[in-house]
C-alpha cells in the first residue's frame, strides 16, 4: 500500500513531527470520486476541547480527519494544516480514518468528568459516505452504548446515521444523547450548491423524523447562517416550519464561522456564485478572526428567534436550546 506523498522528493523540507509525521506514513486504503482514503494512527481519540466560544461540551471525538461533503464555508480545514496539508480543497479529498479507534475510546473514557459532554462530529462529519465502508463512528457508538452517565451530542449533515438507530438506542437507554442534523437552507438548490457532496436537506429532516419516532432526542442545527443568503427572515421562518413538521425537539443557529484557511475557499465560491455580496463579506471578516464577527452572530440568532417565534415548536416535550451570547461584549460591538 503506498503512503500519501506529502512533499517532493527532491525538496523534502523540514523534518516532519507530530500529526504531520504520522499523517505522511498513512496507507492508502483506496480512492472515490476525486477522493483518497488513507490509515490515520492516532494515540488518542478523546480531545479536551479549549475555546473561547462558550461550547456546550468539554469533549470531541472526530472518526475522521477531513470530510467528503466540500461545504463551501467549513471552518474545520484548519484542521489539515497541522498534517502539513495546506491546499484548502486537500481537506474534502484526503479523508484520514482513524485506526482502532474504540480500543482508544475505551481507555480514555475515565478522563470524562460527570457534567463534562462529549460531542461526535465537530470538525469533521461523523456520517460521511467513508463511514459506509469503515464504520468508525459506529464502532465508537458501540463502545459508548457499553458505559453510563454520559452526556453525547452527535452533529451531522448526513441522514446515514438511521442507520445506527438500534445503537444509538442503546446509548441512550444509561446516557443523554442528543442528535443534532445541520440544516443550512430548505432550498434544495441552494443546499447543492453550498454544500455539494452533502444529502439533500428534505434527507436530513426524515432522519429527524425517523429518530424521534425511534425515541431518540433529534434537534435542528441551522450553522452556518450566512449573510444574505440564508438569513432572510421567509427563509429561517421555512426551515422552523419544516423541523417542527418532523418533529425536531430544538432548533439553533449559530453565525458563519470564517478562518483563513475557510476565507480561501469561500471568497473565491463567493465570487463564482454570488459576486455582488463579495465586498459585503470582505468587509464583515476583514480580519478573518477566529471568532464569528459579533455583529453577524447577534444578526443570526436574533432573526432565528423571531422565526421561531413566528412559528413555533409544537409539542410539551420539545424545546428551544440557545447559547448563551456575551451581552457585554455585544452592547459594546453594536
Known amino acids: 500500500m503506498a503512503s500519501l506523498p506529502l512533499l517532493p522528493d527532491s525538496n523534502p523540507g523540514p523534518k516532519l513531527i507530530g500529526i504531520a509525521r504520522i499523517a505522511a506514513e498513512g496507507e492508502s486504503l483506496r480512492e472515490g470520486h476525486n477522493v483518497e482514503y488513507f490509515t490515520l494512527g492516532s494515540r488518542s481519540l478523546l480531545s479536551r476541547v479549549v475555546s473561547q466560544r462558550s461550547l456546550p461540551f468539554a469533549w470531541a471525538i472526530n472518526p475522521y480527519r477531513g470530510c467528503e461533503f466540500a461545504c463551501k464555508y467549513c471552518y474545520a480545514r484548519y484542521t489539515h494544516e497541522f498534517m502539513e496539508l495546506r491546499d484548502g480543497v486537500d481537506f474534502e479529498r484526503k479523508i484520514f480514518v482513524k485506526q ?6 475505551r ?8 457534567g463534562e459532554g462529549i460531542a461526535i462530529g465537530t470538525a469533521t462529519d461523523p456520517y460521511q459516505p467513508a463511514e459506509r465502508r469503515f464504520e468508525v463512528t459506529r464502532a465508537i457508538l458501540e463502545e ?3 458505559h453510563s452517565g454520559l452526556e453525547i451530542g452527535i452533529v451531522t449533515k448526513s441522514n446515514l446515521v438511521t442507520r445506527d438507530t438500534e445503537i444509538l438506542r442503546r446509548v441512550a437507554e444509561n446516557n443523554q444523547l442528543y442528535v443534532n442534523l445541520t440544516v443550512t437552507t430548505v432550498d434544495t438548490d441552494l443546499a447543492r450548491i453550498l454544500e455539494p457532496r452533502a444529502p439533500r ?5 426524515e432522519a429527524v423524523r425517523q429518530l424521534n419516532l425511534a425515541g431518540l432526542h433529534a ?5 452556518p447562517v450566512l449573510p444574505e443568503i440564508t438569513d432572510r427572515p421567509r427563509d429561517l421562518e421555512a426551515l422552523v416550519k419544516a423541523a417542527s413538521e ?7 443557529a449559530n453565525a458563519l464561522f470564517l478562518k483563513p484557511c475557510s476565507a480561501a475557499v469561500f471568497l473565491p465560491f463567493l465570487e463564482e456564485h454570488f459576486p455582488a455580496l463579495v465586498n459585503l463579506y470582505r468587509q464583515r471578516y476583514a480580519d478573518l478572526a477566529v471568532h464569528p464577527e459579533v455583529r453577524a452572530l447577534f444578526v443570526a440568532r436574533s432573526r432565528m428567534t423571531r422565526a421561531i417565534r413566528a412559528y413555533a415548536l409544537k409539542g410539551k416535550q420539545q424545546r428551544i436550546r440557545a447559547r448563551k451570547m456575551k451581552m457585554k461584549r455585544q452592547e459594546r460591538e453594536l
Open 100 to 105: 482502532h479507534a474504540a480500543n482508544l475510546l
Open 107 to 114: 481507555q480514555e473514557l475515565r478522563r470524562v468528568k460527570p
Open 144 to 146: 459508548l452504548a457499553r
Open 201 to 205: 436537506p428534505d434527507l436530513r429532516l
Open 219 to 223: 434537534g435542528v442545527i441551522c450553522a
Open 246 to 252: 418532523v418533529g425536531a425537539k430544538y432548533i439553533y
